[in-house]
């Protein structure tokens, strides 16, 4: 098992042997070449996202500037809206589903390090994010390594997201926690209790 298939399997890998450094060169090249675009020329940008990313759909925007370790283990579905400052660790895989919004200075961190610094010198790990369909990702958040937000969900801003969130919920805060459900009266309001003058949704 070489390093990189070792950094998939979530076992401790060396980051800096076969051809994992390289991988990482490529990924910046291709990350300074979207973060440098002229910000009208949306067809450069995405070209050069195709070309760095995993896997996406047919919708699917980053604002720049972007960063991210590799690219091709950042996949992205229908509809999908990152904002400014979106950072992606992804030594592991990051799947994200339809209709996911990401706010402004959000890491996903799939990598981690061993607590000892001997140990820590020389290895680090990684396990998956999964990001369900629907989900809003607030400004400023951090999601760790391992982590699932389950469908429909939103993550407030300036949280710290350690472990998995349901389906369906309201959560916040460092560490992250549930606050409440979502429910069929949040429909019916766009902010607070602020009801909608509209009905074409």
């Known amino acids: 098992m070489n390093q990189r298939?070792?950094?998939?399997?979530?076992?401790?890998?060396?980051?800096?042997?076969?051809?994992?450094?390289?991988?990482?060169?490529?990924?910046?090249?291709?990350?300074?070449?979207i973060n440098e675009s002229a910000v009208y020329d949306i067809d450069d940008i995405k070209k050069h996202l195709h070309e760095l990313l995993g896997g996406h759909k047919e919708t699917y925007f980053f604002e720049p500037p972007f960063r991210c370790d590799y690219g091709f283990n950042i996949t992205v579905g229908e509809?999908?809206?990152?904002?400014?400052?979106?950072?992606?660790?992804?030594?592991?895989?990051?799947?994200?589903?339809?209709n996911v919004l990401i706010?402004?200075?959000?890491?996903?961190a799939t990598a981690g390090h061993p607590i000892h610094h001997l140990s820590r010198s020389k290895y680090e790990y990684a396990f998956p994010i999964t990001i369900?369909?629907?989900v809003w990702i607030g400004a400023n958040v951090?999601?760790?390594?391992?982590?699932?937000?389950?469908?429909?969900?939103?993550?407030g801003s300036g949280s710290v997201v350690t472990k998995d969130v349901p389906a369906?919920?309201?959560?916040?805060?460092?560490?992250?926690?549930?606050?409440?459900?979502?429910?069929?009266?949040?429909?019916?309001?766009?902010?607070?209790?602020?009801?909608?003058d509209v009905e074409d949704y």
């Open 5 to 33: 298939e070792r950094m998939l399997a979530g076992l401790p890998y060396d980051s800096f042997a076969d051809g994992l450094l390289e991988d990482r060169t490529r990924a910046k090249i291709l990350c300074k070449k």
């Open 79 to 98: 509809n999908f809206y990152a904002n400014y400052n979106f950072s992606v660790l992804d030594c592991a895989k990051v799947t994200i589903g339809d």
């Open 103 to 108: 706010g402004p200075n959000v890491c996903l």
């Open 132 to 134: 369900g369909d629907g």
């Open 142 to 155: 951090v999601v760790n390594p391992g982590v699932t937000i389950g469908e429909g969900s939103v993550i």
């Open 168 to 196: 369906g919920v309201i959560a916040a805060g460092n560490p992250c926690r549930v606050i409440r459900e979502i429910t069929e009266k949040d429909r019916t309001c766009y902010y607070k209790d602020m009801p909608f």
